[in-house]
């Protein structure tokens, strides 16, 4: 499709283990966001990307939080030994340039950790 | 981090009515955005407001930008089953020259048989 796209759409990890979770974002957005939503919570920025640079990362809540974006397309947020508070729904969102053009968000990865 | 209040936290109203719901910041800003967000997908743009005193409509929804820059509202006429969801209101901050969205808590819209 032509929107940004996530996966996967759920996924269950227990305490400890590792997580990565992928965005393909809408060709040719040169903006990419990362966002956390807690239940019942607006969404909390994580990070940005413009192009492969991560531009700002002043949002990850910890060093277990890691991303990525190598070509300046397909971007991977990685969680190392989750831990329970990182349940959330994640979403990332694209965009043209920053916020000077409309970004348009993905479905989300809901993340639950047992 | 910066205070964004949304209120109400939650509606229950009957099909056909009007609804009305608010945003206050705790500093100026130039930009506010109303989004909204149904059951398993992310958050969509609804409307956009770039000047103090602005009012825009986009359908059955309008939304004014606050003459003191710090609040914004948004209204829905006439709601219809479809109007479900959570609304957010947001602002763009800027951090050393990157921009991102600060989001309120939401509305909740629920619509009553």
């Known amino acids: 499709g032509a929107g940004v796209s996530q996966s996967p759409r759920y996924k269950v990890a227990k305490r400890g283990q590792d997580v990565a979770l992928r965005c393909d974002p809408i060709s040719g957005h040169v903006s990419l966001f990362w966002y956390q939503q807690a239940l019942g919570q607006g969404p909390e920025f994580l990070t940005y990307f413009q192009n492969e640079a991560q531009l700002d990362k002043s949002g990850l809540p910890s060093d277990r939080f890691f991303a990525e974006r190598p070509e300046g397309s397909v971007s991977t947020l990685k969680i190392q030994r989750t831990q329970q508070e990182d349940s959330a729904v994640y979403l990332c969102a694209s965009s043209l340039q920053g916020m000077r053009r409309e970004a348009f968000f993905g479905q989300g990865t809901r993340l639950t950790v047992v | 981090g910066q205070q964004l209040n949304q209120s109400p936290q939650s509606m229950f109203i009957q099909e056909g009515e009007d609804v009305s719901m608010n945003c206050t910041s705790s500093s100026i800003f130039n930009t506010w955005l109303w989004y909204k967000q149904e059951p398993g997908e992310g958050p969509v743009l609804l409307i956009a407001?770039?000047?103090?005193?602005e009012l825009t409509s986009n359908g059955r929804l309008t939304a004014q930008f606050g003459i003191t820059r710090k609040d914004s509202f948004l209204n829905i006429s006439a709601s219809i089953p479809s109007d479900v969801g959570i609304y957010f209101c947001?602002?763009?901050?800027?951090?050393?020259?990157?921009?991102?969205?600060?989001f309120g808590t939401g509305t909740r819209l629920t619509i009553i048989p």
């Open positions: 407001l770039y000047k103090a005193g």
């Open positions: 947001a602002l763009i901050i800027s951090n050393f020259g990157n921009e991102k969205l600060t």
